[in-house]
T-cell receptor, first 114, second 113 residues
């Protein structure tokens, strides 16, 4: 069965520090991969996506993610975190040609200390 | 360009009642998907509507039903509400390109007492 695991429920970093959020997936082939961010009381906003090609993808707000097929991972990174990055982050997988049905992980809540 | 809009933003119901949630997709989008997000969880796929028909369905009981209108707007109906139906219900729209990218509304928060 397809699934997404985000091992870290909560992460706290200091402003200006680097960040890495982990995501592992279980899927029969290479899926489409996404990272979404959700601020309190708001819907989800797409940060970045991977379909094929270059395994390092750049997104909005200075985020990037690297697809590693051998590890079934798609970790999200940012070199320097800003206080406004505090939010919940969701990794998701979708089936190529699967009509945009996504399976989400449980999320990682990011807190940023000044 | 208006994004995905949902109504109502908050509502409170009692067990056994029925609820209807509404969604207008982003301009140019023809596909609407509904997700349920329980507190502390990631969104779970309920179903998807395309060309006024349910195209895919997740693991949700028949109490959850939907509709899509010719203007692509959509409704989610939940009958015989249970306490466990309390959640944020998210609508997402996507366009004809089928790239997997979804645009989400801010959700309707349903509380069942």
């Amino acid at each position: 069965a397809q699934s997404v695991t985000q091992p870290d429920i909560h992460i706290t970093v200091s402003e200006g520090a680097s960040l890495e959020l982990r995501c592992n997936y279980s899927y029969g082939a290479t899926p489409y991969l996404f990272w979404y961010v959700q601020s309190p009381g708001q819907g989800l906003q797409l940060l970045l996506k991977y379909f094929s090609g270059d395994t390092l993808v750049q997104g909005i707000k200075g985020f990037e993610a690297e697809f590693k097929r051998s590890q079934s991972s798609f970790n999200l990174r940012k070199p320097s975190v800003h206080w406004s990055d505090a939010a919940e982050y969701f990794c998701a997988v979708g089936a190529p040609g699967g009509y945009n049905k996504l399976i989400f992980g449980a999320g990682t809540r990011l807190a940023v200390h000044p | 360009d208006a994004g995905v809009t949902q109504s109502p933003t908050h509502l409170i119901k009692t067990r056994g009642q029925q609820v209807t949630l509404r969604c207008s997709p982003k301009s140019g989008h023809d596909t609407v998907s509904w997700y349920q997000q329980a507190l502390g969880q990631g969104p779970q796929f309920i179903f998807q509507y395309y060309e006024e028909e349910e195209r895919q369905r997740g693991n949700f009981p028949d109490r959850f039903s939907g509709h899509q209108y010719p203007n692509y707007s959509s409704e989610l109906n939940v009958n015989a509400l249970l306490l466990g139906d309390s959640a944020l219900y998210l609508c997402a729209s996507s366009g004809p390109s089928n790239t997997g990218e979804l645009f989400f509304g801010e959700g309707s928060r349903l509380t069942v007492l």
